[in-house]
């Protein structure tokens, strides 16, 4: 063999070792990174039956889950002592991590203090943001009062003067301080409070208020399956023109319905960011003591969706990740 292939063997053999040795290390690393302690996280929610916006939520903490390698629970329960008492139970277990919704304050407070007191990271999620300043913990989600705002500010951009609130949970700080923002922005607007899990009896309470207030310009409900009922509701009384519907939150629905011009906006507060960063906030505490936001409220919304973008989000929406 001549000088010139000996040389082409020794540099073939040298680079295969140099690659053995890259791609050994890169092994190593991954075994690394996915052989951290499986950590169990509680997400404990006061959502109620049939209010699909918490399947988005739950698909978040779900992602994250198998990303971060937890042992997730998701449990919810719309009434704010049984939440605590699902809390408790989390406590109890010595679960390494509980994230939580906190629109049910003064039912939530004790019980989470006693979760610090446990030593059991929390981070509270979607509603309950003062509660959340107050108690020091970091909270994921939108800022009701402010996403409130913008609605008000964009109804009165339209022209609006009589609008109508929907709060679809009584007891929701969350739903009441989007309500009382548009109030002051909107000082004629009326609140209707209606029974979520009943959408029969939603639906009759909307047609009630409508062929009551007969000034009404506008409806908007706070969450987007029943702006979906208020819209059918409009276009069963022959009021399309006469009455704006408005929305909180997105769903491929509604997502719809507003690039079909039946509804006219909604506020996106992306609610999968909202399961995902909560699950994730946890793990990097357990392994770092790392502090999402500083321990300042990181926002997720609010962000007005109309037709001039609705199209770009819909099949995110289809897909049940927005």
Request: aromatic share 6%; hydrophobic share 35%; charged share 20%.
């Given at each position: 063999m001549s000088k010139r292939?000996?040389?082409?063997?020794?540099?073939?053999?040298?680079?295969?070792?140099?690659?053995g040795f890259v791609w050994g290390n890169n092994k190593s690393s991954t075994?690394?990174?996915?052989?951290?302690?499986?950590l169990k996280i509680s997400v404990i929610t006061h959502a109620g039956p049939g209010d699909t916006f918490w399947d988005i939520v739950r698909k978040g903490s779900e992602a994250a889950a198998k990303h971060d390698n937890v042992d997730l629970q998701f449990v919810s329960?719309?009434?704010?002592?049984?939440?605590?008492?699902?809390v408790q139970q989390a406590i109890d277990a010595k679960v390494d991590g509980i994230a939580v919704t906190l629109s049910k304050a003064d039912a939530m407070k004790d019980v989470v203090v006693k979760a610090q007191k446990a030593g059991i990271p929390v981070v509270a999620i979607?509603?309950?943001?003062?509660?959340?300043?107050?108690?020091?913990?970091?909270?994921?989600?939108?800022?009701?009062?402010?996403?409130?705002?913008?609605?008000?500010e964009k109804l009165k951009a339209m022209g609006i003067q009589n609008p109508i609130c929907i709060i679809h949970e009584?007891?929701?700080v969350g739903l009441e301080a989007r309500c009382q923002a548009i109030i002051d922005v909107l000082p004629n607007t009326k609140r209707l409070y209606v029974p979520g899990t009943d959408m029969t009896q939603t639906k009759s309470q909307i047609t009630a208020e409508l062929q009551t207030?007969?000034?009404?310009?506008?409806?908007?409900?706070?969450?987007?399956?029943?702006?979906v009922t208020a819209q059918k509701v409009v276009d069963e009384l022959g009021k399309t023109k006469q009455i704006t519907v408005g929305s909180f939150d997105l769903s491929s629905e509604v997502t719809q319905e507003i690039?079909?011009?039946?509804?006219?906006?909604?506020?996106?507060?992306?609610?999968y960011l909202q399961g995902y960063q909560a699950v994730d906030a946890l793990w990097l505490n357990k392994n770092g003591l790392f502090k999402l936001g500083g321990g300042q409220p990181v926002a997720t919304g609010p962000a007005i969706i109309t037709k001039a973008d609705a199209a770009t989000v819909l099949q995110y929406a289809k897909d049940g990740i927005r």
């Open positions: 292939s000996w040389l082409i063997v020794t540099i073939a053999l040298l680079l295969g070792l140099l690659g075994k690394t990174e996915t052989s951290t302690k499986r329960d719309p009434d704010g002592s049984r939440q605590a008492q699902l979607n509603g309950g943001v003062d509660l959340a300043k107050e108690l020091g913990i970091t909270f994921i989600g939108q800022e009701d009062y402010n996403a409130g705002k913008a609605v008000g009584q007891g929701n207030q007969t000034d009404a310009d506008a409806i908007v409900g706070t969450g987007a399956q029943y702006s690039i079909d011009g039946k509804v006219a906006f909604t506020v996106d507060q992306q609610p």
